[in-house]
């Protein structure tokens, strides 16, 4: 939401001048790049909005919003056109996710500062996220790629081919890596991990029977 400076009209024009003129006094709203902001010594003399460009000049009274400026700017024949790409911020979201699951990155490396400030040399319009909304990224990435496979899966003309495998970590906890192997119509060789995934004991034949065949019917492949 944008926000522009408030001035108070019963001030006196020096003390007008000096709380616009002062650092603490905030403007938000990227209009006021384009703009100078002009305030007279009377007090009843409105401040105005000068353009940088061509010299026009607009009120700028708080309570009037900015939306007279941007107009402006749309058709300032004398402003400077920008050479920035307006960045697709659902498509910039999804290759973070990509690369953060292709290289193991972890959800915190959209939050460094020198990896926010490469982003925003190369188009000043990115918006930064959190890690919490690139985890949720991922999750939504992962789905979507799940019901592609499994889509993918129910339509081949071939056989699946299926191949397990289980390892211990070093807190001794047994994991299940179930990989599907198949002819697309192509006739290329694919391999796809369908799941990874903790398997408690007993490590038994019989339980891991019945892991198997409870990933496979979440697959549809059963």
Known sequence: MEEDISIDLSQSGSEIE??????????????WEDFILEVGHSPTKRPKAKCKHCGQTYSAVSRLGTSNLQRHLLKCSKR??????????????????????????TFTWVEHEGNREVHAFLNKSVETISRNTIKGDCLKLHKKLKEKL?????????????????????????????????????WNLQSKILNFCHVPPPHKAINFCQTIHTLLRDWGIE
């Not at 495998?165 to 002819?183: E, N, P, V, Y």
Request: glycine share 4%; aromatic share 8%; net charge positive.
């Open 18 to 31: 000096s709380s616009v003129s002062s650092p603490s006094s905030k403007r938000y709203s990227r209009v």
């Open 80 to 105: 400077p056109k920008d050479t920035h790409v307006q960045v697709d911020q659902h498509a910039y979201r999804e290759l973070l996710a990509k690369a953060i699951i292709r290289h193991g990155y």
């Open 150 to 186: 499994k889509s993918d899966l129910k339509g081949l003309s071939s056989r699946i081919c299926l191949t397990s495998d289980m390892w211990t970590s070093c807190t001794s906890r047994g994991f299940l890596c179930l990989t599907a192997h198949f002819i697309d119509d192509n």
